[in-house]
């Protein structure tokens, strides 16, 4: 059965840092291109960050790019079958359940949530003071 599980989510200080996780079972993460997502209620799921499997290129969201470039970074444990978010100098903006994705397809040329087929249940994350 195929199934991604985020953890690593909480309650983070504006200008902390936080790394969220993405375990994969009954597939092969590295045999995917995956990303990071993020929806806020009211609003639709947004991409944050995402890289290809064919060639390892990483795409920031077109929406997201302004505000999460130079902020987030994404990578991957083949050992482990898991990814990660590492997300530094968090806002209060930044407010947001994030999800992880996957998709067999080995390249992906936007961050978008409709092109992939894969879901996570996502983790919460909250900048506050």
């Known amino acids: 059965q195929v199934q991604l599980v985020e953890s690593g989510g909480g309650l983070v200080q504006p200008g902390g840092s936080l790394r969220l996780s993405c375990e994969a079972t009954?597939?092969?993460?590295?045999?995917?291109?995956v990303g990071w997502f993020r929806q806020v209620p009211g609003k639709e799921r947004e991409g944050v960050i995402c890289i290809n499997k064919s060639d390892g290129s990483t795409t920031y969201a077109d929406s997201a790019a302004d505000s999460v470039k130079g902020r987030v970074t994404i990578s991957r444990d083949n050992t482990k079958n898991t990814m990660y978010l590492q997300m530094s100098s968090l806002k209060p903006e930044d407010t947001a359940v994030y999800y992880c994705?996957?998709?067999?397809?080995?390249?992906?040329?936007?961050?978008?949530?409709?092109?992939?087929?894969?879901w996570g249940r996502g983790t919460q994350v909250t900048v506050s003071s």
């Open positions: 994705a996957a998709d067999p397809a080995p390249f992906i040329s936007h961050c978008m949530a409709l092109l992939y087929n894969y």
């Open positions: 009954g597939f092969n993460l590295n045999e995917h291109s």
